[in-house]
């Protein structure tokens, strides 16, 4: 079985814009999205090999990191938001039980 090979000319050749996110904080995560994609686009492993495993898991240990960096990041820049909305929520129920009273 052969290993698949990446082209480098194929991949220099493929200029990919990425898309305007509204989320600014987002934008490294998309940058190194985008890096992996043209990285491994084609890629087959051959996992049936040493080597072709070994490289299969690295490959699939970056998309992890890159997946659960994200959510850390998710959770970090909506918790004022989050922490905002549910003082809304507590002082409208506090509001509307003083209303019913």
């Not at 079985?1 to 898309?19: C, G, H, R, W």
């Not at 043209?38 to 490959?59: H, R, S, W, Y």
């Given at each position: 079985?052969?290993?698949?090979?990446?082209?480098?000319?194929?991949?220099?050749?493929?200029?990919?814009?990425?898309?305007?996110?509204?989320?600014?904080?987002?934008?490294?995560?998309?940058?190194?999205?985008?890096?992996?994609?043209?990285?491994?686009?084609?890629?087959i492993?051959?996992?049936?090999?040493?080597?072709?495993?070994?490289?299969?898991?690295?490959?699939?240990?970056?998309?992890?990191?890159?997946?659960?960096?994200?959510?850390?990041?998710?959770?970090?820049?909506?918790?004022?938001?989050?922490?905002?909305?549910?003082?809304?929520d507590?002082?409208?129920?506090?509001?509307?039980?003083?209303?019913?009273?």
């Amino acid at each position: 079985m052969t290993t698949a090979t990446i082209d480098p000319l194929d991949v220099a050749s493929e200029v990919v814009e990425a898309p305007k996110l509204a989320v600014t904080e987002y934008d490294p995560t998309q940058a190194t999205l985008l890096e992996l994609k043209k990285l491994f686009k084609g890629v087959i492993f051959p996992v049936q090999t040493a080597d072709g495993m070994k490289d299969a898991k690295e490959a699939a240990k970056k998309l992890t990191k890159l997946r659960t960096s994200l959510e850390t990041l998710r959770k970090k820049i909506k918790e004022p938001a989050l922490r905002r909305s549910q003082a809304i929520d507590s002082e409208a129920k506090a509001l509307t039980a003083e209303i019913f009273a």
